[in-house]
């Protein structure tokens, strides 16, 4: 797993990757007619290097592309890189200046887009977030290879779940003992999301009536966290028996994440949460045999919330005092990609975008209860890569 | 330590601090002839209100402070709180429109900004970010208190480091291990950096040689990381006998960060690394006497290179293949906040600032050196708050 510097800027192995998604974001700036895109966010820069640098993808509509970067040092010599220390200094070794730049006004700060605008004064600027999200929601067999390492490397972890636990334990002190193991299996511990109001540790471990608590964040569960300066996921609370403990934590590997929820009951539960946990496998099952290439998202959020008011559950769905708006999203390297199954999802989806399904159940005086799948969305349904026992698992008895 | 919904949106216990704090952001506003600021970054809204939420904090110059909010519901009785599902809604709930509107461009992506310039379509944007900035720097009694509370649990986590160490372990393997301590002693992971190209996980562990390995960011120190998609830090090689491990890992508690490195030495290490090693120890010292109310931050950036190149030890300073361009940087909320303690940097350090100093050297063949402390500026010094043995410690060695 030791990692050093690489001789080429864009990494052995990574090359015929590399050109295949330039090729598709210049084809994706012919068709709305820009030139170029200069591109500064680090999961942009990777995706279009192969690594985090600090500087700039710049891309032209003819697939070239440029790497302008401030660091890592030790690349001068790769002609596809010119060092700059500030931006300003782009376009002087551009050989054409651009009438029409795309730029990430997603992603970019108010104060960098107006500076850039600036360096490239000649050039009117268009946002091009939304044909980047969709170019990236679509995984290529590179990518998909390494979401299923991530996924077999996240099943590994939570097998240890029920035996990491102890009577008496806090929540926190049993999501920490997951976390260990997370980092042990390879996860760098970064869950990076979408938008600058989401943040996030290494995932969230809801127990008992702590996964009640509304939270700020546009997740599909809340808890209260320790503070209020990230209210989100456990509180340090005793573990109790005869409650739930619902385990939602991340694992990537080579920046490609997954995402998986299993649960755990502590001893006896109410007949209401094995109920609402077996709902929300069939849900899961069912969504992986109707969803496929060309489904519209919001058709599987439509099933999942039909078969949830048929069950009489519609008041726990997706939290109970607070809901969440959506039952899946699509996940790679953010946890909160396109496609979003949600109501009013104007997304269709496409094969090999891949998503997780997490319809989840909130039950007062219990806890949170179902599980998350993270699928491959095929031609003709949705391949789960997180395949483990889905069962309301009891916690202390190993796999 | 167990969190659970407060009945106020401001939490007892605050609501003086936030008064005082909305206070000097109303004498901001009229010092730059602006009405109204609209914060929206988690940094911001928890700053204002005492909690991260989805929404917006509006303030006028004339001192009122109102919060829009999406989530976290259970707020609706609170005056202070209006429930807004969009930030459209904001203007018809306000008495008088502002002329001149206040928003952080350092932090709000360009859509967004975009999005609440159409909103509020009669107002002159104009940047707050600088002055932000400012006033976040300077830190209130309250927040020199959770400083320090987050200083002694980071002093009790450094002082597990060398029991937690075996022969034949990796530097990931080691650095988990603290992560794990440093969890159990209540940090909520998380580390919140300023500017979209930084990102960390919980801080970084540096082993022998990779100490060396350029990275992009803008840390004091490198290293290659385990991966492309995050590479800084640890990088999964076996710790070696004869080298150094530099550990740079983050503490928080309330939100409120501080910072602190300490170095081990595993055997015998070269005299040169007990050298470059005191001479941090020494300019930490010879700063914290001569750094206070009114000296200017480069100031002590150039005593510390001059008494690094009195020592021959230049090119080792901040780094050897790759060199970071300061010592030292202002830290709370975020990581790297004012004042930078940098060649150019025109900071002033103020009473009740909090800055972190980190002379380092990395030394080829052998790893880094150095030591980092958390100061508050006094009248007429800096106090460390990071108390605790400065050696060059042998691993495997308790306290």
Redesign the interface.
Known sequence: ??????EHFV?AGWEQEIASRIDAIAQALTHMGADAALL???IDL?YTS??????FTYITAQGQVHYYV?????YENEPCVTYVHKPELIPGHLERLPHKLA?M??????????RLRRAFDSAEAV?G?AAMRQLRAVKSGMEQQLLRESARRHVSVYKQVPTLYRSGM?D??LE?EI??QA??A?S???V?CHG??M????GSLLAGD?AD??????FAM?G????????VGA???IIKLHTTIMVDMGM?Y??YMTDMTRTYAVGNVPDIAKKAHQLSVDINHRLAREGRHGVEARELYATALEMTQEAGLADYFMGH??HAGFVGHGIG?ETNEAPVLAPRSRDVLHTGQVIAIEPKYVLPGIGAVGIENTYIVQPHCLECITTMPEELHEMGKPY
């Open positions: 797993m030791s990692n050093t510097h690489t990494p500064a966010d680090n990777y192969g690594r985090v640098f600090n500087g401030r660091r890592p040092l030790g730029m006004a997603d992603t970019m700060p108010q104060a960098q887009w107006a946002d977030s806090t926190l002190e920490i976390e260990r980092r042990l390879g760098t511990g970064l990076r600058d109001a943040e996030m540790f290494m702590n608590e509304p939270s700020p964040y546009d809340g209260a966290g320790i503070n209020l300066s990230q209210p509180n340090g609370s990537n080579g920046g005092r607070q390297l």
